[in-house]
């Protein structure tokens, strides 16, 4: 059955592994949807680390700014993880796109996942307020982006310290 599960937490809270564990319980294949961009030296081993982690039935899309495109390529019944949306923000930010109109386009096909789907995010709105502008507009941008993707999620967790808290 179609399912959109969110899981939102800190910096290395456990997100992405809960989330990996949550696909492996499922039949494979599971497609896994990398928003990261390997930048820098650090992201390439950062990016690495995590695709040795996926062994198996695991396979990689890459999508750092068209994500809505590669759901919708996405076969119907596929079990489907993306990691994540604070990365796509940041690249649709950092490329100057309309977000307004890159987030509705999102959120038109994650309110009718084709099956399981679970969205990874950074939650960055707990902290103090930045002291810039692009990264106070940064905040503001992901949790009206978070606040949208929960009201249409079948399930919210957040994670803290690896365990994972049910709050929808």
């Known amino acids: 059955m179609p399912e959109l599960t969110f899981i939102l937490g800190g ?7 809960h989330a990996e564990c ?13 928003t990261a961009q390997a930048l820098d030296d650090e992201m390439r081993e950062r990016i690495g680390r995590h695709q040795q982690q996926r062994v198996g039935e695991w396979y990689t899309v890459e999508a750092p700014l068209e994500l809505a495109a590669a759901l919708r390529s996405v076969p119907d019944g596929q079990p489907v993880l993306i990691d994540c949306l604070t990365l796509w923000l940041t690249n649709h930010m950092l490329a100057g796109n309309d977000l307004t109109a890159e987030a509705a386009q ?4 994650l309110r009718e996942p084709r099956g399981v789907w679970i969205v990874v995010s950074n939650e960055v709105g707990q902290g103090i307020v930045p002291d810039n502008a692009l990264a106070r507009r940064f905040r ?8 949208r993707v929960a009201a249409i999620a079948d399930n919210v967790l957040f994670m803290v310290a690896g365990i994972p ?4």
């Open 11 to 17: 910096a290395r809270s456990g997100k992405s592994a």
């Open 22 to 34: 949550l696909m492996e319980g499922l039949p494979g294949p599971w497609c896994y949807i990398a």
């Open 106 to 109: 999102l959120l038109d096909v």
């Open 140 to 147: 503001d941008e992901a949790g009206r982006l978070h606040q």
């Open 165 to 168: 808290l049910k709050v929808k």
